[in-house]
Structure formats: structure tokens, C-alpha cells
């Protein structure tokens, strides 16, 4: 039974793709080119090109055409138990990336402010709702790439108590945990990860170079401290297109297999 002609135009566009004929990032040709090229209808290109974006293989971009998906390597994050793991200088670092060694991390100074967050940040640090924070924000990247946006939230009374390096634009070297221990003897007992996963905004959207209709991972840790209250609220957006997660549950397991995992997409 012959395949409908719009699966053909898909798989032929497919197999250029593979090829490299259509190199990622590449816009596909017009609709209107797609037309004459193969004798079609508008709404037998249009199915066509609906079954690229359906198979990841291409990707809209409001205003630009349709675009070959880049093909991203993923990184795969390890949701370690360990609450001592942190990723670069910030204590405040979400997650511990299993090939981190293999790769160069860094960081954009941190953006600091003074705010009323938003009612999800207050409720986990069981604020007032118009209670003020210090936020301490920073974009994260692996090897020059985009890999996270990362937003630390303390409440103001640790800088009435003496921890005003968090007021400071740089980063805190020996760790925000550990400099709060210091200074303030709070220490931190573990965490709580609330993951979700929604569409990026318009920032996420440039920061990452994904589309409108791309999703992003949400990540909200609240990190407690040794009275069982909230410390810290860290908020971690990572693209979908490039992250991968594990989670180990279970003492003296063996370490994953980072190079067949990233292989497996999908």
C-alpha cells in the first residue's frame, strides 16, 4: 500500500537531513518552493512539514520560515543525594553533572537584588507575602553552550545577622552554604526538589535559542536548614533539548555509563 504523499515529501526532506544535504540550523525551503519541487498542495506540504516538527526533525520560528533542528548532545545531571555536591563556586549550584570533568563549566557574575519574589518563592521560605529577598541570579554554560539559568533566593534577615557578602555581585567562593554557616551558623541538614517541566518564556527562548514552543525543566530546591526551616530557595531552568536527568536511589551503586546514556534519545 503506498504511503500518502505527504509521508513521502517527509521521509525524502528526512533523508536529507541525514544526509547533511539540509544542515542543522539551516532553514528548510519555502512552502512555495516545496510546492513546485514536488508537485504538491499547500496543505499536502503543510502535512509534511507538521510530520518534521512531530519527529523533532525541524522547528518553526514565528516570522523566520522553518528551520533543521540543531542536534544537541545531551547533558546528563545526576540528582545526587549527596548534599555537599554543587556545580562551580556557588554553594546555591543545583545539580552535580556526571561528566563535569570531561568539560569546562562557567558562569556569569551573579546579578544581585533586593525584591518581593514571586508567591511560589515566599511560600517555600514560608514568608509574608510581601516579605523582601535577596535573589542572586546567574546563566551557567558547558563548554561556552547555554546549560542553565539559575536564581538563589535568601530571606533579608540573614543580612540583618551579619551575611552581607550576599548583597556583593561575585561570587562566593567557599560556597553560599558554607559561608552562611560560617557567619550565621546555619547549616544546611538537605533539600527538597520540586521538578516540572512547561514552555519557555520569551527570555528562556533567547538565552537558549530554543523556539516558542519549546519546553524547558523547572527545577525549585529548598534547602533546609538544622531547625527543619527553609534557607534557601534555588530556581534552575535547563532546556529539554539538552538535558537529561538520573537519579540514584540506593547506597554503593555503579556509576552510570554516561557515554551509552547520552546516546539513547527519545
Do not use: C
Not at 1 to 19: F, S, T, V
Not at 114 to 128: C, M, Y
Not at 161 to 170: N, Q, S
Not at 212 to 217: L, T
Amino acid at each position: 500500500m503506498a504511503q500518502p504523499m505527504y509521508q513521502e515529501i517527509a521521509e525524502d526532506l528526512r533523508k536529507q537531513i541525514d544526509a547533511g544535504v539540509l544542515e542543522p540550523g539551516s532553514r528548510l525551503p519555502t512552502e512555495r518552493e516545496l510546492r513546485e519541487r514536488y508537485n504538491a498542495s499547500r496543505n499536502t506540504i503543510k502535512d509534511a512539514i507538521k510530520r518534521l516538527i512531530f519527529q523533532g526533525l525541524a522547528e518553526t520560528r514565528p516570522g523566520l520560515g522553518t528551520f533543521v533542528t540543531m542536534r544537541t548532545e545531551p547533558f546528563v545531571t545526576l540528582l545526587t543525594a549527596d548534599r555537599q555536591a554543587a556545580f562551580g563556586g556557588e554553594e546555591a549550584a543545583q545539580l552535580y553533572w556526571i561528566s563535569s570533568k570531561h568539560h569546562e563549566s562557567s558562569a556569569t557574575t551573579p546579578k544581585v537584588e533586593v525584591q518581593t519574589p514571586p508567591a511560589v518563592i515566599s511560600e517555600r521560605l514560608r514568608l509574608a507575602p510581601n516579605a523582601q529577598v535577596v535573589s542572586r541570579h546567574q546563566e551557567r554554560y558547558i563548554d561556552g553552550a547555554p546549560w542553565s539559568l539559575q536564581t538563589s533566593y535568601y530571606p533579608m534577615e540573614f543580612i540583618a545577622g551579619g551575611a552581607t557578602r550576599l548583597l556583593i555581585a561575585e561570587d562566593i567562593a567557599e560556597g553560599a552554604v558554607r559561608y552562611l554557616t560560617d557567619v550565621i551558623g546555619l547549616r544546611q541538614i538537605g533539600y527538597q526538589d520540586w521538578i516540572i517541566a512547561r514552555w519557555a518564556d520569551e527570555n528562556e527562548q533567547k538565552f537558549f535559542g530554543i523556539s516558542h514552543d519549546d519546553a524547558v525543566f523547572e527545577i525549585l530546591r529548598t534547602a533546609f536548614d538544622q531547625n527543619k526551616k527553609p534557607m534557601r530557595v534555588t530556581v534552575t531552568v535547563l532546556p529539554t533539548d539538552r538535558n537529561q536527568f538520573i537519579v540514584n536511589v540506593g547506597d554503593d551503586l555503579p556509576d552510570p555509563q554516561h557515554d551509552e546514556i547520552a546516546g539513547r534519545r527519545g
